[in-house]
């Protein structure tokens, strides 16, 4: 019987990418998602994919629907994704109190409910693997985006301090921080701006998804097992950190 993982955020984007590549290597794959039903429904007829629709910024919903997935896959989740995440640009003087608020919540809240609720099984079963989505913009910052970097700046010392407690139990706990990587959301951007963030990048293009659905797919392997409260930079040498 292989491994569950779990992947938030998962039907779309980086997060569609790593529930196939995982899926393709062999685990058992429970995918959320947290609106855009129509997508959410034809990646499952695609792939497969069980997917489970929660918000991830509600604790208590995030308790309920791993206890279902628990339910439905008969089994323990062994391996948590932390990958769902949203953006409310401005700046801060423009900034609302409710766009502060939803991104920390759902990029960085979302982190402590997830890891709260599969936490304590993990240490029972003296094993686990959790990965955290973080961004270039948490390591170098980003005009615009305070809310945003300070909740992925956030999720790169969550990584490293849940690493320390989990250690012991055969837990491990890693970030990866990509750069700007060719999801809808970044080929939306003008031409012209998306032009010149790719002048920035060292390589000379915009990463894939599924290069940072690999980086995933190794740090939650046996392979990896001596790899904790580490950041892995993927961004084309944008920013060397």
């Not at 999720?155 to 700007?180: D, M, S, W």
Request: hydrophobic share 40%; net charge neutral; charged share 20%.
């Amino acid at each position: 019987m292989g491994r569950l993982a779990l992947v938030t955020g998962g039907t779309r984007g980086i997060g569609e990418a790593i529930s196939i590549r995982l899926k393709e290597a062999g685990y058992d794959v429970a995918a959320n998602y947290g609106n855009n039903d129509e997508k959410a429904k034809a990646f499952y007829e695609h792939y497969g994919i069980p997917i489970y629709k929660f918000d991830v910024a509600d604790f208590d919903a995030c308790a309920a629907a791993i206890a279902q997935i628990r339910k439905d896959f008969r089994r323990d989740i062994d391996v948590l994704v932390n990958n769902a995440g949203i953006t409310k640009d401005n700046t801060i003087h423009n900034m609302s109190s409710d766009c502060w608020h939803s991104v920390m919540e759902t990029n960085l809240g979302s982190c402590f409910n997830m890891c709260r609720n599969v936490i304590e099984r993990m240490r029972e079963n003296q094993f686990g693997r959790i990965v955290n989505v973080g961004s270039i913009n948490g390591q170098a910052g980003q005009y615009g985006q305070v809310n945003y970097a300070a909740a992925k700046s956030g999720i790169h010392g969550f990584t490293k301090a849940l690493a320390q407690e989990g250690a012991r139990f055969n837990i491990t706990v890693n970030a990866v921080a990509p750069g700007y990587i060719a999801t809808d959301m970044v080929r939306a951007v003008p031409e012209k701006v998306l032009e010149k963030i790719i002048a920035r990048i060292p390589v000379g293009r915009l990463g894939e998804a599924p290069e940072i659905a690999r980086a995933v797919e190794f740090l939650v392997s046996d392979d990896a097992g001596f790899i904790t409260g580490s950041t892995l930079s993927i961004n084309g040498g944008q920013h060397m950190y």
